[in-house]
């Protein structure tokens, strides 16, 4: 948006995308990263852990040169993790990060781990996937929807309804009424 002038700066970004103006600059330094590693982390059919994104902002912070091998470090760290049952131990190779659905996989992972007491807090399971306790709250959140408004929004980013963020979500979450909810995601996407 910002090469074709779409928008003419980052706050322009927040604002539309309903962000942080600190979330938008740390969504763009990821662009920072060598083409090469962000090839290979936006092949949907790659195999292999993903790092987490703080690390990968991180590492978007040195030169390029030093990129490659501070990369191959964070893989092989992830494996590790994944080995020893950390992040979530996924038995799929890759999560698809667009959209929505890997907020509400992260959610129901996230579920799952305090159903079962593998972890007795909210912050304890964040430092697992290197979040805060009120950012795991958030997404847990997002189970809060019915049933039906789930299967509308848990669709591939192509399918997702227009207007619909995280952040609207969780709104219409927050509302203990199913048919509220309903009248209210009917209102955010125009079938009303």
């Known amino acids: 948006m910002l090469d074709t002038g779409a928008v003419k700066n980052a706050a322009a970004i927040a604002q539309r995308e309903e962000l942080t103006r600190a ?39 040195l030169p390029k040169v030093d990129q490659h091998q501070g990369f191959r470090d964070l893989i092989e760290a992830e494996r590790f993790q994944v080995a020893v049952g950390g992040r979530g131990g996924s ?15 992260r959610a129901r992972r996230f579920q799952r781990m305090l159903d079962d007491g593998e972890v007795s807090s909210l912050k304890e399971l964040g430092l697992r996937d290197g979040l805060t306790g009120g950012r ?15 299967k509308a929004v848990d669709v591939p980013v192509v399918e997702v309804p227009t207007g619909v963020t995280e952040r609207k979500l969780r709104a219409i979450a927050r509302l203990h009424d199913v048919d509220e909810q309903a009248w209210a995601f009917r209102r955010l996407t125009g079938g009303c």
């Open 91 to 105: 038995s799929r190779s890759r999560v698809q990060r667009r959209g929505l659905q890997h907020q509400f996989e």
């Open 23 to 61: 979330r938008v600059s740390q969504l763009l330094r990821l662009l920072k990263l060598a083409p090469e590693i962000l090839a290979q982390l936006e092949d949907e059919a790659g195999a292999g852990p993903v790092p987490p994104e703080k690390a990968l902002r991180k590492l978007a912070g």
């Open 136 to 150: 795991v709250a958030q997404l847990l959140n997002l189970l809060h929807l019915s049933p039906e408004i789930i």
